[in-house]
């Protein structure tokens, strides 16, 4: 069964900085496309970032500039960089992989799903 775990969340002030991590298990996870979903309380689930099989990256206007997201297909882990967080960036991040190589900005095109890890950020 696919597995994905995310680990690297956590309380950070306004300004710093985090690094969230994924890793897959049994999963081709070179054969994927890797995103990173955020859902703040009372607010819908949205796509931050995502990487394609190839490496290309596409971003949420909200986090361009700030968040960097990368993947290595040896470990089978996805990584999301995060500076600069703000107060509006507390959310639980989660983690999916998806077999499109486009629209990776919306939820319904991934396959699989992390259970997410907590990022708050004080003012």
């Known amino acids: 069964q696919v597995q994905l775990v995310e680990s690297g969340g956590g309380l950070v002030q306004a300004g710093g900085s985090l690094r969230l991590s994924c890793t897959a298990s049994?999963?081709?996870?070179?054969?994927?496309?890797v995103g990173w979903f955020r859902q703040a309380p009372a607010k819908e689930r949205e796509g931050v970032a995502a990487?394609?099989?190839?490496?290309?990256?596409f971003y949420a206007d909200s986090v361009k500039d700030r968040f960097t997201i990368s993947r290595d297909n040896d470990r089978k882990t996805g990584y999301l960089e995060m500076i600069d967080l703000e107060p509006g960036d507390t959310a639980v991040y989660y983690c999916?992989?998806?077999?499109?190589?486009?629209?990776?900005?919306?939820?319904?095109?991934?396959?699989?799903w992390g259970q997410g890890t907590q990022v708050t950020v004080s003012s």
């Open positions: 999916a992989l998806s077999d499109w190589s486009s629209e990776l900005l919306l939820s319904p095109t991934y396959n699989y």
């Open positions: 049994d999963v081709t996870f070179r054969s994927y496309s």
């Open positions: 990487i394609t099989r190839r490496g290309v990256t």
